[in-house]
């Protein structure tokens, strides 16, 4: 009897302890179940991923570097800044380049040194203050919006001007914000396009754009490559690295990861 009271003892708090840790990830928000770990703010990178951005200097320096487009007004080193994260623990990277005063997009907007064509990409971003606005630029061509208070077209998490701001998945000002992209680059043939892009995205872990296709680049020739080609509809066959835009607005951004896809078909995660 008093072995099955033993058995029954441990079996007891076992069941304690399991129940414990499965509430302690209910009210964790960073916990996530090993199907979700790759989404959402805090995202680990997926296997064979490329870490752009680790809230260091040198990161910074190592992989990125100003789009001298049309516009371009700052000079290297980056002036971005390093910054301690005003949430979590750690340093972060902020869009601050005195130049961009006054919304000035394109004069210090930061690029990837590499360029792609295909791929996974998680990227986390903060306002810190009420209408900023940044601007997350896939093969330096076609933009997903950050800019908090718009929930137009034009607005956040919107492929901008092509589809509705999923403005019910943001978080706010003062909070981290992760968008989650698979991205299928432009198909030629013979020099001429035969397949627009295709974009999916989950923002903080809600899906919010399925296999969307971009059909023009935004914004003129400061936007971004081939937004001066044929008002934004002369895409050209080239790849294009990841953008990130300064518009004299406190935005920072942290763990930020690709991995390089060949993609036969749509952008499904």
Known sequence: ????????????????????????EDKNPKAKSAGQKHLGVGATPVKDADVLMDGSRKMLDDKWTYWEGPRFASSLPIKWKIVDDPVDKGTVVMTDDPVAAGGKYGTADIVTKKKYRDFRLHVEFLIMKPGGNSGVYLQNRYEIQVLDGDKTKHGMGAVINETESPYHAYNGVGKWNSYDIKFRAARFTDGKLTENALVSMYFNGKKVHDNVKIYKVWGGPNSG????????????????????QCEGHDVRYRNTWIKE??????TDF
Not at 261 to 266: A, P, Q, R, V, Y
């Open 225 to 244: 490559i081939d937004g001066g080609n044929d008002g934004g509809r002369g895409i050209t066959d080239v790849p294009g690295g990841l953008k990130l």
């Open 1 to 24: 009897m008093k072995r099955i009271c033993h058995v029954l003892a441990i079996q007891l708090c076992a069941g304690l302890l399991v129940a414990g840790a499965v509430h302690a």
């Open 261 to 266: 896809l060949n993609l036969k078909g749509n």
